[in-house]
């Protein structure tokens, strides 16, 4: 029960095999990424079956804390995780320098990052619409922005 999927429910589950979203609305972490092509069915069978497997206690240590101070959208951005597959530059697993310049306005940008599977099926971005406060998407696409021109600092981490 409190390692795990434990007490993840069936919904929870389902957006995280589907969306990428943890319960705890934290993103899966690579190689995990989103399978949107999956039923609910599909997803419901998964959990079931999963459900009659004999539960195990194994902890894992929660992901590294970032403190951030200064720009709030760098610290959006690494409050929801998003260096965690885009690098502190914005080039890590996944490249995103090149995103402001596909998306001109932010509000083009601020629907990518709400809903990128809308814009291209099959990504493995996460849906954020839901997740991230609505007051947040604004300073977090200013930041985005700043990365196609130059390499911020990374944050200190916690440990």
């Given amino acids: 029960e409190e390692t795990g999927i434990g007490r993840w429910s069936r919904e929870d589950f389902r957006r995280a095999l589907q969306d990428g979203i943890r319960p705890d609305k ?23 079956f999963l459900r009659t497997v004999p539960a195990i206690k194994n902890a894992v240590k929660p992901p590294e804390t970032y403190v951030v101070s200064g720009d709030r959208g760098k610290q959006v951005y690494y409050a929801y995780g998003c260096n965690g597959c885009h690098g502190d530059a914005g080039h890590g697993q996944y490249d995103l320098r090149k995103g402001p310049a596909k998306y001109p306005t932010d509000d083009e940008l601020i629907a990518w990052i709400r809903h990128p599977e809308r ?40 440990r």
């Fill in 26 to 48: 934290r993103p899966l972490r690579y190689p995990m990424v989103p399978y949107r092509p999956l039923s609910d069915e599909e997803s419901d069978a998964i959990f079931a």
């Fill in 119 to 158: 814009l291209r099926p099959g990504i493995a971005m996460p849906t954020w619409d839901g997740v991230i406060k609505e007051e947040e998407y604004a300073p977090l696409a200013g930041y985005v922005r700043t990365l196609t021109s130059a390499a911020p600092a990374p944050a200190e981490r916690i």
